[in-house]
């Protein structure tokens, strides 16, 4: 018989503050997506409020990564140091103040360090949310959460879009138009902030802080019966006596300086294909080609949805390699037709001369494109990240990895527009294509498949000297 802890409210089998926690975690992933989306339909609009140049508009867009560098720096400390959930209040914190603060239009420079104040609340949940979700939500529906999270990116950059759309077309100024724009980020913002606060605190983190009174307060709300109390104390306490999260200094241990490379290198690529240049540019790069409206506003950000939902199902189904090959292969075709689509466009064409072949050949390869990172690149790379590295070096190296990509982010958005400014249209896309090549053999030679494997099993092969792209092969 379930003997019942006797706390809160039950709904499927879960407590209600389980749904709760789930939620406020989504919300960390769909603010992640509503401040890197942002860009996309707003850029116009910023534009002519603040007559922004190329590079304006390009240190705008990518200042965001820099402060996603920084927030993942220091969210570990974060984390470790204030606990998860004060952690995750203070990125709500920061997303509601620097979005509220940008609606009222300050200057560019604040406007700028605003958007740094975004990023680095993004770089933050980015590592705190699956933290605190991967802690806290009971052990059979911590994958999907996982799952959540990256869909919950894609959502919130498709929400944005769609809300500047309207709010941009029903506003013509655009001293109207922006805070109205930015208010959509603090709605959100809001609600993850005030929500935090019924929050609990990680079990997790309590034990580690030597509080098992309160530990078990926090479990009973979050579990249904004695037994799994007793099981989930269990296993927080023999975790705490294995290894511990040890400092930076683990990155000069050769198990773990490979397993970091592997991680580096997928963040690199994942950005050096191009994919914010489509979900910062795209009404941009269409508009070079004479195309505006609808379509090339929310093209992107529709396909880039649609498409993470399948992912979640094939990452188990076919593997994360066979994934990650599929998508590099669709996107090195496409930016090549891109890139081809762009040379018969040429740069600074006139609009009305533009014929409808090389239009409709530039949508389509976009189409594909980002079906071909969404449904691989997009959360594998993200997956593996989280996957690969020993227990005890888990925390550094998905710090460092993270801010990898944000790295990378930064300097794709930061030179994209100049680089199709001084050598045409076409030579980025050929430029992506060229990195998915080298993506392509990256993964064939250094990528250890992780389906089906245990994370104990993987770090066993990696202690014991295995081949890289062998460490997910049972021994
Ligand atoms: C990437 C982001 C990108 C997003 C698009 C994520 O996996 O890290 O840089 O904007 O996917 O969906």
């Known amino acids: 018989m379930v003997e019942e802890t006797g706390d809160g409210a039950q709904v499927g089998g879960y407590k209600t503050i389980v749904f709760v926690i789930c939620s406020v975690a989504a919300l960390g992933g769909l603010l992640?997506?509503?401040?890197?989306?942002?860009?996309?339909?707003?850029?116009?609009?910023?534009?002519?409020?603040?007559?922004?140049?190329?590079?304006?508009?390009?240190?705008?867009?990518?200042?965001?990564?820099?402060?996603?560098?920084?927030?993942?720096?220091?969210?570990?400390?974060?984390?470790?140091?204030?606990?998860?959930?004060?952690?995750?209040?203070?990125?709500?914190?920061?997303?509601?103040?620097?979005?509220?603060?940008?609606?009222l239009l300050p200057n560019l420079f604040i406007l700028s360090a605003c958007r740094f104040a975004l990023g680095f609340g993004v770089g933050m949940a980015s590592f705190v949310v699956p933290l605190y979700l991967s802690e806290t939500a009971p052990a059979a529906i911590r994958g999907s959460m996982g799952t959540l999270f990256q869909l919950m990116i894609t959502i919130g950059i498709f929400?944005?879009?769609?809300?500047?759309?309207?709010?941009?077309?029903a506003f013509v100024d655009p001293a109207t138009a922006l805070p109205l724009m930015f208010l959509t980020i603090t709605l959100f913002a809001a609600l993850m902030f005030g929500g935090g606060f019924i929050l609990p605190e990680s079990p997790r983190w309590l034990m580690l802080k030597g509080r098992?009174?309160?530990?078990?307060?926090?479990?009973?709300?979050?579990?249904?019966?004695?037994?799994?109390?007793?099981?989930?104390?269990?296993?927080?306490?023999?975790?705490?006596?294995?290894?511990?999260?040890?400092?930076?200094?683990?990155?000069f241990r050769g198990y773990?300086?490979?397993?970091?490379?592997?991680?580096?290198?997928?963040?690199?690529?994942?950005?050096?294909?191009?994919?914010?240049?489509?979900?910062?540019?795209?009404?941009?790069?269409f508009g070079y080609a004479g195309m505006k409206g609808i379509i090339a506003m929310m093209t992107?950000?529709?396909?880039?949805?649609?498409?993470?939902?399948?992912?979640?199902?094939?990452?188990?189904?076919?593997?994360?390699?066979?994934?990650?090959?599929?998508?590099?292969?669709?996107m090195f075709v496409t930016m090549v037709a891109a890139g081809l689509a762009f040379q018969a466009i040429g740069t600074g064409a006139d609009a009305a001369i533009i014929g409808n072949a090389p239009k409709t050949i530039l949508l389509l390869a976009v189409i594909v494109y980002i079906f071909g990172f969404a449904v691989s690149w997009g959360p594998v790379v993200w997956l593996v990240c989280s996957e690969i590295f020993p227990l005890e070096g888990r925390e550094v190296?998905?710090?460092?990895?993270?801010?990898?990509?944000?790295?990378?982010?930064?300097?794709?958005?930061?030179?994209?527009?100049?680089?199709m400014e001084t050598f045409g249209?076409?030579?980025?896309?050929?430029?992506?294509?060229?990195?998915?090549?080298?993506?392509?053999?990256?993964?064939?030679?250094?990528?250890?498949?992780?389906?089906?494997?245990?994370?104990?099993?993987?770090?066993?092969?990696?202690k014991d000297g295995a081949r890289l792209r062998d460490l997910g092969k049972q021994r």
Request: hydrophobic share 50%.
């Open 159 to 169: 929400l944005i879009s769609v809300t500047n759309v309207f709010i941009a077309r």
């Open 32 to 103: 992640f997506g509503l401040d890197q989306g942002f860009i996309a339909n707003s850029l116009e609009t910023l534009t002519e409020h603040y007559d922004l140049t190329v590079q304006d508009k390009e240190s705008y867009s990518a200042i965001l990564a820099t402060g996603g560098i920084f927030g993942a720096l220091l969210s570990g400390v974060f984390a470790r140091l204030l606990g998860r959930k004060k952690s995750l209040l203070l990125a709500g914190f920061i997303f509601t103040a620097a979005s509220l603060y940008s609606a």
């Open 300 to 330: 992107v950000p529709t396909v880039n949805m649609l498409c993470t939902i399948p992912a979640i199902f094939l990452v188990e189904k076919w593997g994360r390699k066979k994934l990650l090959y599929v998508g590099a292969v669709a």
């Open 256 to 285: 773990f300086f490979k397993v970091l490379l592997v991680g580096v290198l997928l963040q690199m690529f994942q950005q050096l294909v191009g994919i914010n240049v489509m979900i910062y540019y795209a009404p941009t790069i």
């Open 212 to 251: 098992k009174e309160k530990t078990i307060e926090v479990l009973r709300k979050t579990l249904n019966t004695q037994e799994e109390i007793d099981t989930e104390i269990r296993e927080i306490e023999e975790a705490l006596h294995g290894p511990q999260g040890v400092g930076f200094g683990i990155v």
């Open 397 to 419: 190296g998905m710090t460092i990895t993270t801010m990898v990509n944000w790295t990378f982010a930064g300097l794709v958005m930061a030179n994209a527009l100049t680089f």
């Open 425 to 462: 249209n076409a030579s980025i896309f050929f430029l992506f294509s060229g990195f998915c090549i080298v993506a392509i053999l990256f993964v064939n030679r250094l990528v250890p498949e992780t389906r089906g494997i245990t994370l104990e099993e993987m770090e066993f092969n990696l």
